[in-house]
């Protein structure tokens, strides 16, 4: 009779808990989605957002090569076949300052929205061996941000930039735009709001993450 009891009361606890973040992840979205935020300036740390619809009006691609993203001036093949790129002689194509697009592109973070972070071992590959990745706990308000920017561009990309130099470009999935762990203040079971890599030298996500967590 006791145990029973006991079970009821814990299954009373969850219960209760699961109703209060629920409620609590729905009034954040309310609240986001009525939030209007001032457009941000790139900084030190800068994570923009690859807006689609502005590289398509300048016909910028991202390329990436040996782990590094560029941006160039896109090719009418590249429409044709956007998911298979042809590299080859992309050194006749027009590389795009990191001046321009930094200017060009919506700034959705910086250092300032950064609460914390890590970097962690993630994997092997059969081919290339340990794999690692940046994890980034973010303030409220950097939560926000990415939140609303995110929601509705799953499948774009986005870019870390340290300074003039770009170092990763993220695809947005399904899980950072719709997780509702992300917008929650009761967020037990995540470690990190921001998960970017892989990057196979581990002293890569080190030094992101020192001038991720250096402020202004």
Known sequence: ???????????????????????????AVRRMQSAKFEALEPSNFTILGFDAQIAEEKKWRVIVQNEVPAIYEAREEDFRAPD?????????????????????MPTVLTEAHIASGRTKLKGRDALRGEYYALSLRLTEEGRSRLWTYCRNRVGQQMLLYVGDQAWSAPVITNEIASQLWLISRFSPFESSDLEIGPFFDEEIPEELLKAALKKP
């Open 1 to 27: 009779m006791q145990r029973k009891r006991t079970v009821k009361i814990v299954f009373g606890v969850v219960l209760i808990l699961i109703i209060v973040w629920v409620a609590d992840a729905g009034l």
């Open 84 to 104: 298979n790129p042809d590299t080859r002689g992309d050194a006749e194509r027009k590389r795009i300052e990191a001046n321009d697009v930094l200017r060009a």
